[in-house]
């Protein structure tokens, strides 16, 4: 396995420290010329990528991030991915069942325990007519551009297998994500960004695996009350003035076209040449993206505000009665509009075992407002078309109850669990799939992880067949060996 897997992305208060450039030593005519640019910190801010240079390949002379063209003409560029983690309850979001609430408390058919009702009502919006809870007053604003999905399913309820599953498309083998994949297939439309971000979540959410590392996700631990300084630490050279860092890449790339031309072309250290690059043009550029304070606020407010008398979930609120994943979203749509390819938001609150009621309406209560905000931004600024924004957990929760008595909550279940799509070639205004008449198991148009991926590869241009990567003496895809495109879900 190659190394890259091991490497991290990571900017924020948890990163590692810089490498000073004494630490290490001369080894070859390569190590003379990474030395060369380690006046800037350029190890280190390669190292921050996730690039591990002595297991890439240079993509050609445009670079391993160049823009590439996809199998067919799609309206999708970017992604905007938001992970509900804990797993979010289907009957009390987007899969209302009126026979589970008139069954309440007794004993249903096929399951055991007694049956647990939803709390909360559902209208039908918009018009499509699609049913959205009350807990999602925002979203539902947005229903005829919104594709829900309740049929897909998990294999193995596990938050960390499912969610692994989720993101990678596998339960056990270190995979490439999904951001990974299409970053390697499409590029990047900014050279002076990372492809794949991600604002928060585990390691495995952007992993690279076999890929080349410079398609890793690059985490940034994003917080609202910090000062950019500390969310991108390690982004500025400790060494150098931006003016010698010019004259130091210049100058390697210079000796690197010497070494070609008297000796041979290096594609390892062409590809260390590039992340330093890289890196040197994300000093100026992702510290812009990230300042938020750049926008009106009427557009911050509208990401931040949390309803009066609310509760959100943990992780979710901020100084002054704000919501940090409302701030984290707005930085999402600041880094699509600036080309970033796919961008991922970690969001937690919806492990709910116990009190049903109040814990579905908190984590319901911290993601509704900045959602609703994200699709009214990106249409009001004409992205809505070329951004695809996705929402859904690992899997979803049992329709009996659970957690002991007194205020019962959910268990774990991945034969039912939700999801929802917007933008991007998505075909809105529609619930597709369907569960049983208690929402427990899924009986029509099932679909798999890896059905789910193969749909969002082609709204993004792809066939999920022929976007593949050759490793180890074999070919690998997203969706390994099955994937089933849901044409109902493109416009």
Avoid at 323 to 337: D, F, I, P, Y
Avoid at 366 to 380: F, N, R, S
Wanted: hydrophobic share 40%.
């Amino acid at each position: 396995m190659s190394s890259s897997s091991n490497t991290q992305c990571n900017f924020g208060p948890d990163s590692s420290p810089l490498l000073h450039p004494g630490d290490i030593p001369f080894r070859s005519r390569r190590d003379f010329l990474v030395r060369g640019g380690l006046g800037m910190g350029g190890l280190s801010l390669a190292a921050l990528f996730g690039i591990n240079p002595f297991d890439l390949e240079a993509a050609g002379p445009t670079g391993p991030l160049a823009p590439k063209a996809s199998h067919f003409p799609v309206k999708a560029k970017s992604i905007i991915q938001i992970f509900a983690g804990g797993a979010p309850s289907t009957v009390d979001t987007w899969d209302p069942k009126p026979e589970l609430v008139a069954n309440d408390g007794k004993k249903i058919p096929g399951y055991e325990g007694l049956a647990l009702g939803s709390p909360f009502r559902f209208d039908k919006l918009g018009k499509s007519g699609v049913e959205v809870p009350e807990i999602f007053p925002s979203i539902g604003k947005h229903i005829d551009d919104i594709a829900v999905i309740r049929s897909l399913f998990a294999e193995i309820p596990d938050h960390a297998i499912a969610a692994k599953m989720l993101m990678t498309g596998s339960t056990q083998l270190p995979k490439p994500s999904l951001g990974s994949w299409l970053v390697y297939g499409l590029g990047s439309l900014n050279q002076n960004m990372p492809g794949f971000i991600t604002l928060g979540g585990d390691s495995t959410f952007r992993q690279a695996a076999f890929l080349p590392g410079i398609y890793q996700g690059c985490n940034v631990n994003y917080d609202p009350n910090a000062s950019l300084s500390t969310i991108l630490a390690n982004i500025r050279s400790e060494f150098s003035t931006l003016d010698r860092q010019r004259r130091q890449l210049d100058l390697s790339m210079q000796l690197s076209k010497m070494h070609a031309a008297q000796l041979q072309k290096d594609s390892q250290l062409d590809a260390r040449i590039e992340a330093f690059e890289i890196a040197f043009k994300m000093q100026t550029e992702a510290t812009d993206a990230f300042d938020v304070s750049k926008e009106p606020q009427s557009i911050r407010d509208m990401y931040e505000q949390v309803p009066a008398g609310t509760n959100p979930g943990m992780g979710m609120r901020m100084g002054g009665g704000k919501n940090a994943v409302g701030t984290k979203l707005l930085v999402a749509r600041r880094l699509v509009e600036r080309g970033v390819r796919f961008v991922q938001v970690a969001t937690g609150g919806w492990d709910t075992h116990a009190d049903i009621g109040n814990s579905v309406r908190n984590a319901a209560t911290g993601i509704d407002g900045p959602a609703g905000a994200l699709l009214t931004d990106l249409k009001q600024r004409g992205l809505l078309d070329s951004t695809i924004v996705i929402w859904g957990g690992e899997f979803g929760r049992t329709i009996t109850a659970g957690g002991g008595a007194g205020a019962p909550g959910r268990d774990h279940n991945g034969k039912s669990m939700v999801a929802w799509m917007a933008g991007g070639g998505v075909k809105g205004g529609q619930a597709y799939g369907a569960t049983d008449e208690f929402g427990g198991k899924v009986v029509d148009n099932k679909m798999h992880v890896h059905d789910f991926h193969a749909t969002i590869l082609r709204l993004m241009g792809f066939d999920h067949e022929k976007l593949i990567y050759n490793y180890n003496g074999r070919p690998f895809r997203l969706t390994d060996n099955f994937g089933n495109v849901a044409k109902e879900l493109i416009a």
